[in-house]
């Protein structure tokens, strides 16, 4: 590879038909704007130093390209006259003239950086003033055409405007990637014109200019057209954003993960998967998701920058920022927030949300909770339908379960309030004070049972006739708890709000 190698990307354009206020090469295929797509695939090819040409929304391309490639050198082009203008621009950007000059858009998010390194390679072995990346299309409408003479030698690139009918019919075009000597494009850059129907700068017109000047000029077609293939709508944007999916997800089967359903399941970039990792159908692994060996994700799953260990189990679950141990079970209808952590061998069943919960090895959460700002031991258990009342209405606060305890279920642990080791709550606990280790709490009321109510209260229904099919006695005085005289209030006698006598024996 050269030792001295600039490489420019334009991104000035204005990219009007995404009719968006996001700058064209920032929207998102597979989880990365299309020009950093675009950087990665140049930083493949080490070069000396990168010239972004921004104009168009710079004020939110220019950042993100330095956030991707912090060594940049930027070029502004306040007005977008054509490709040759911009690289006019990036070349006394760049302050050198010397080595391989290669030219790239900041749209092509499949573009691969082995391409562009085949490309440089076969440009400097053929020692020319100007290579083209072309590629051979059966629609190639809008694009330039690469127009050779009789014995194949590359003459020109005629744009589709300026073309002749015999021109439009060459299926060969230019890729928009060209590779140049630096000296003879610094030099040829000032001599373009712009008498052409766009009234353009075309960058284009060196490959003229270096024919006349009898230096050689090449171009070599790049099999793989959709790498070079740009989104100028959404609809573009969407077809390419499917097929960099099919060549992840394809990248990934052959590297030993089983995908039963290509077709429903979406990897982003930068998502690293184990061996023998199982994806079932309707998933989508985002961000920085990692999954570890013999995993088994989805069906119809969604995680983003989370962690999966080995052999986890994760079922119709939607994960944002979450780590699930090794060996450990999360859903169905699971939904992991920020800051959940599963220790290996632990469960976060159906119905629970978890958020900046730290569950340790082997704790379970099995069944229709809420479990927020906490801490869960090793080993314990949280009953079905639990809920960590984290938030009082202005601050937040952290329960503390200790390990190997034993919650009832329906509980409310109130926060600030801590549980601990080997401790247990009865059902239907409220747990608002701590609970030492060892200890049952129970905070519901004793039970009581009054005898007869159905049958008084309730004649005539379906209730009614079962309660006296099963020989039930039509009792005491409705009010009178049986089995539980020491404990009398005015409320929580087993009835409703709304359906309390009034005038039962307690009032
Ligand atoms: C260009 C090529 C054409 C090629 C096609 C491939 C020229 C004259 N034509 O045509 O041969 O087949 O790409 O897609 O080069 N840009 C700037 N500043 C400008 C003009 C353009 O930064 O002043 C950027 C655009 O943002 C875009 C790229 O350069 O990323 C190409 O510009 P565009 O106007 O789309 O060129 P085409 O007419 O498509
Ligand atoms: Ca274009």
Known sequence: MTNNLTVIVLAAGGGTRMRSKTPKVLHPVCGRSMVGHVLRAVAAVEPERVVAVVGHQREQVAPHVQEHLPDVVLAVQEEQLGTGHAVRIAMEAAGSTSGTVLVAYGDTPLLEGESLRAFVAEHEAAERAVSILSGILQEPFGYGRVVRDADGDVLAIVEEKDATPAQRDIYEINSGILAFDGAFLAEALPRIGNDNVKGEYYLTDTVQLARDAGLTVGAHPLADVLQTEGANDRAQLAELGREMNRRIVTRWM????????????????????????????????????????????????????????????????????????????????????????????????????????????????PHLSYVGDAEVGEGTNIGAGTIFANYD?????????????????????????????????GAGAVVRRDVPAGALAVSAGPQRNLEGWTLQRRPGTAQAAAAEAAGASTGSPVGTPVGDTAHKTSQGDGTRVGETPSTGAES
């Open 393 to 425: 209405g202005v601050a937040k606060h952290r329960t503390t379960i200790g390990r190997q305890a034993r919650t009832g279920s329906n509980n409310t642990f109130v926060a600030p309030v801590t549980v601990g080791d080997g401790a247990g709550t």
């Open 254 to 365: 052959r590297a030993g993960v089983t995908v039963m359903d290509p077709a429903t399941t979406w990897i982003e970039s930068d998502v690293v998967l184990a061996q023998d990792v199982t994806i079932l159908p309707g998933t989508q692994l985002l961000g920085t998701t990692v999954v570890g060996e013999d995993a088994v994700v989805g069906p119809d799953t969604t995680l983003e920058d989370c962690e999966v260990g080995v052999g986890a189990r994760v079922v119709r679950t939607h994960g944002q920022l979450a780590v699930v141990g090794d060996g450990a079970n999360v859903g169905p209808f699971a939904y992991l927030r920020p800051g959940t952590k599963l220790g290996e061998g632990g469960k976060i069943g159906t119905f629970v949300e978890t958020k900046n919960a730290d569950l340790a090895a082997g704790a379970k959460v």
